[in-house]
Nanobody, 127 residues
Framework: VQLQASGGGLVQPGGSLRLSCAPS????????IGWFRQAPGKGREFVAG????????DYAYSVKGRFTISRDNAKNTVFLQMNNLQPEDAAVYYC?????????????????????WGQGTQVTVSS
């Protein structure tokens, strides 16, 4: 099962994008979902995560106050609203899921998200 990340594109500094994450054929309503990003020449970085019910969220320090993760379990979709985008936010953004159902805390490491890694969506921030 893969999670399809979409919604990336080219935006000017200060602009906004909304990314979506949806699975192909499997419900994710019991899973924590995380967003990660990887810029050229850099490692994969945790961006934001949410517990299965959306009660708890966590963010990388670099995006706090600018990005918001949310989920609509009825639509089996998780979103990442990105505001005030900066050139350093440019990367391929991925979403992934934690197969342990109903975890009470937000996983913040890539190894804890053990399924759904797809091809990601490219975010480019440039004037």
């Amino acid at each position: 099962v893969q999670l399809q990340a979409s919604g990336g594109g080219l935006v000017q500094p200060g602009g906004s994008l909304r990314l979506s994450c949806a699975p192909s054929g499997r419900a994710i309503k019991w899973s924590a979902i995380g967003w990660f990003r990887q810029a050229p020449g850099k490692g994969r970085e945790f961006v934001a995560g949410t517990t299965w019910n959306g009660v708890k969220t966590d963010y990388a320090y670099s995006v706090k106050g600018r990005f918001t993760i949310s989920r609509d379990n009825a639509k089996n979709t998780v979103f990442l609203q990105m505001n005030n985008l900066q050139p350093e936010d440019a990367a391929v953004y991925y979403c992934a899921a934690d197969s342990r159902a109903m975890r009470s805390e937000v996983p913040v490491t890539a190894t804890m998200y053990d399924y759904g890694w797809g091809q990601g969506t490219q975010v480019t921030v440039s004037s």
